[in-house]
């Protein structure tokens, strides 16, 4: 297996743009999680999924993300609109069950100008 | 509650002599640990976990982590450090309380002296 995978590797938008990040999983794993890291706060979770179903979104910042995962090979995390305070790596992990190890892709990096 | 504790942002060995990056957890349940190394511009990589087995963890690239439930201490090791050991690491706890809460530490950015 390829591990999980990033897509883009790096994004620079301008404030106020939609911002699109894509995230395939490891194939056979139930869970997906999306993480933030900045060098203020670290690594933060920002929502999870089970089989395809939000289960914890309480890390989402505010109403201008939005996380969905259609299929079990598919997920994208929105930010619309975009804000500097928004730069940061963004990852994507998914795991078999929730207490095993979670894969982290390769992160986006994330600059809103 | 449950915290987890890096207890250095930044840890400076030489090329060939031991490791020792220090965590502290707190948690009211079972945890299971683990420990990730990020190398720069790359994403998280699982170097070892424990999941109430045997307390002496061996991971990947010759690390090593002893679980202390009465240190509630998690302590990661190496006995000689390479160059390409230098990058972050992570010390992380991850419990059921109820539903799974998976706390992330600070961080301990390893650098290593030729």
């Known amino acids: 297996d390829a591990g999980v995978i990033q897509s883009p590797r790096h994004e620079v938008t301008e404030m106020g743009q939609e911002v699109t990040l894509r995230c395939k999983p490891i194939s056979g794993h139930d869970y997906l999680f999306w993480y933030r890291q900045t060098m203020m706060r670290g690594l933060e979770l920002l929502i999870y999924f089970n089989n395809n179903v939000p289960i914890d979104d309480s890390g989402m910042p505010e109403d201008r993300f939005s996380a969905k995962m259609p299929n079990a090979s598919f997920s994208t995390l929105k930010i619309q609109p975009s804000e500097p305070r928004d730069s940061a790596v963004y990852f994507c992990?998914?795991?078999?069950?929730?207490?095993?190890?979670?894969?982290f892709g390769q992160g986006t990096r994330l600059t809103v100008v | 509650a449950q915290s987890v504790t890096q207890l250095d942002s930044h840890v400076s060995v030489s090329e060939g002599t031991p490791v020792l990056l220090r965590c502290n957890y707190s948690?009211?349940?079972?945890?299971?640990l683990f420990w990730y190394v990020q190398h720069p511009n790359k994403g998280l990589q699982l170097l070892l976990k424990?999941?109430?087995?045997?307390?002496l963890v061996k991971g990947i690239n010759g690390f090593e982590a002893e679980f202390k439930k009465s240190e509630t201490s998690f302590h990661l090791t190496k006995p000689s450090a390479h160059m390409s050991d230098a990058a972050e690491y992570f010390c992380?706890?991850?419990?059921?309380?109820?539903?799974?809460?998976?706390?992330f530490g600070a961080g301990t950015r390893l650098f290593v002296k030729a």
């Open positions: 424990y999941t109430s087995a045997a307390t």
């Open positions: 992990a998914s795991s078999v069950q929730m207490n095993t190890e979670a894969f």
């Open positions: 992380v706890v991850r419990a059921n309380t109820g539903g799974f809460k998976t706390i």
């Open positions: 948690s009211s349940y079972s945890p299971s």
